[in-house]
């Protein structure tokens, strides 16, 4: 995926661009989310729950991978 970064006058990262036909994949998927059912599912898996927290930790201290180096 082509990602470009907006950033402010700092340089800190503020907005994600990518490229049209990219978006629009992006929407079909979404068009099918159930946002509720899915949340819930999430949220009850402990496991994913503590993986999201420590990416949240990480990303506030600005570390881990960057976004290329992990394999989906």
């Known amino acids: 995926m082509d990602i470009q970064y907006v ?15 990219q978006w629009e994949i992006i929407k079909a998927e979404l ?6 059912i899915e949340t819930a599912e ?3 898996d ?5 993986s ?7 990303a506030k201290r600005r570390i881990g991978r960057r976004i ?3 394999d989906i």
């Open 52 to 58: 999201i927290e420590k990416g949240r930790d990480q």
């Open 31 to 36: 068009e099918s989310y159930d946002g509720d």
């Open 42 to 44: 999430i949220m009850a």
């Open 68 to 70: 290329e180096e992990i």
């Open 46 to 50: 402990a496991e994913f729950m503590q």
């Open 7 to 21: 950033t402010d006058n700092d340089g800190r990262r503020i907005a994600v661009q990518i490229p049209l036909d």
